[in-house]
């Protein structure tokens, strides 16, 4: 009796924490496309001191373009010096906190950047940097930028530096200041910058950054959340630079946020005209009518079916067909909505049964990806590596650099789960996978493959 009370304990836990797991991805928000969006738009390249950049101003000019498009109104202004630069922050934290809570907020910089102790600075066009205490007195902090914009009480704010494009410093304070080093996050904004500590952001051979060219075209792609954007613009500033330019990010954002939303889903009417004209299926059509008698598809649908009937289309295939064809579609469009039309139509039909199991598993996907913190970068590998460590699978130090050791042993993970990781990338899909395999079957328990596969991955040779 008593197991029987404990198992049904067990059941009635683990279907409140399910419960808990898919209301807390149904809670997570986003930002309305009809919120208030302002810009402001730096571009330094004419320093008195420090010489002339040669794209920053043309890059200001296609990110402001490229904003207006998404639906920003935007302040742009060039060749500021300190005293303007503070000034043109402060004015535009005013206008936002004006603006309302509602207002999502961008501010994106061109120009001179610096690193010094640990803290990010912008550097204004009349600096005059010659030892490593004139940065502070000379420059903005990005972090003053990013805590004033907290500040204003708007949803969200969007900080982008594209600095660090050379390193025109004197040699004693060179090392210190080539990159940006990845900030701490500040609550409701969203810092990015072009390339890592250590490291020059590319200025361009063909009039804009590739950091800004990579960023211009990410922004106007429709259904990219903000982090996806950002994402893309790394793989593609990496692939542009030969990996020598790395961009990074710092979050802490609970909104998601699209510069271009997504189109709006297909109604189960519009789902049935286009399953029925691709396939010419009278069945379908008149499903259509029967269905959604007074939607324009059924008006379009009585027609097609008259020219059919002309035609000696004949009387078209029975409902189990027409299920058959609409969960076809389903499986090509792979939404849960998409799933769900099947399952509302043909509810006593055997595609009924598929088309539930896999909304449900699209849904669940759904909630594991929304739910927990997300991890980048070396935080992200170290917790990898801890993974593959309880697994057998790795037994180097888990320092956080994604090495030749960790790539061999996410390659080797990847057999023991059903789910499918990009091995030779650290991932969040590649570390929920892991946390989900027991660890008895580790890879203590692999055996020897006899005819080993290889991928060639940065001159390296991966076997498995």
């Not at 000019?61 to 207006?68: G, P, T």
């Not at 961008?106 to 990010?120: I, Q």
Request: some cysteine.
């Amino acid at each position: 009796m008593r197991k029987s009370f404990e198992f049904g304990l067990l059941v009635w836990l683990l279907s409140l924490l399910a419960a808990q797991s898919a209301l807390a991805a149904s809670e997570r928000k986003t930002v309305a496309a009809s919120a208030p969006r302002l810009a402001l738009v730096i571009g330094n390249a004419s320093y008195s001191k420090l010489g002339t950049l040669a794209n920053p101003g043309r890059d200001a000019q296609l990110i402001a373009e490229r904003l207006r498009q998404t639906g920003f109104e935007v302040t742009a202004v060039a060749d500021r010096d300190l005293k303007s630069l503070s000034q043109d922050v402060e004015e535009f934290a005013l206008k936002v906190r004006a603006s309302g809570p509602s207002t999502v907020a961008l501010l994106y910089y061109a120009g001179h950047g610096v690193e010094s102790d640990g803290a990010n600075y912008l550097v204004p066009v009349n600096a005059d940097i010659k030892r490593r205490a004139d940065i502070v007195q000379q420059s903005l902090a990005v972090k003053r930028i990013a805590d004033r914009l907290a500040s204003a009480g708007n949803a969200l704010n969007i900080l982008i530096v594209d600095a660090c494009r050379d390193n025109p410093f004197p040699p004693g304070i060179a090392v210190s200041t080539a990159g940006l080093v990845p900030m701490g996050a500040v609550y409701g904004v969203f810092i990015a910058s072009a390339t890592g500590s250590g490291k020059t952001a590319f200025d361009g051979e063909d009039g804009h950054s590739p950091y800004t060219k990579a960023l211009a075209d990410a922004v106007v792609v429709p259904g990219e959340r903000l982090e996806d954007v950002f994402k893309s613009v790394r793989r593609q500033v990496r692939l542009a630079t030969g990996e020598q330019q790395i961009p990074w990010e710092s979050t802490s954002l609970e909104l998601d946020f699209f510069f271009v939303p997504p189109p709006p889903p297909p109604s189960p009417a519009a789902q049935l005209l286009a399953a029925a004209k691709e396939t010419g299926n009278v069945a379908l059509y008149d499903l259509l009518i029967d269905r959604f008698p007074a939607s324009p598809e059924a008006n379009e649908a009585r027609a097609a079916v008259a020219e059919l009937k002309k035609g000696a289309a004949g009387s078209g295939p029975v409902v189990a067909s027409a299920a058959s064809i609409v969960l076809d579609r389903a499986r090509q469009t792979r939404t849960p909505e998409a799933y769900d039309l099947v399952a509302a139509l043909f509810p006593n039909s055997p595609e009924a049964d598929e088309a539930r199991g896999a909304a449900s598993r699209l849904r669940e996907i759904t909630v594991l990806d929304s739910a927990g913190p997300t991890y980048e970068g070396r935080e992200l590998v170290q917790l990898i590596q801890a993974q593959l460590a309880r697994l057998d699978c790795f037994s180097g130090e888990q320092s956080g650099a994604f090495d030749a050791a960790t790539i061999q042993g996410l390659r080797r993970a990847s057999q023991l789960s059903d789910e499918h990781f990009l091995w030779y990338r650290p991932t969040m899909a590649a570390l929920r996978a892991l946390k989900k395999v027991d660890g008895n079957d580790g890879c203590a328990r692999q055996k020897t493959v006899a005819a080993p596969r290889c991928l060639r991955v940065n001159n390296e040779d991966f076997c498995q």
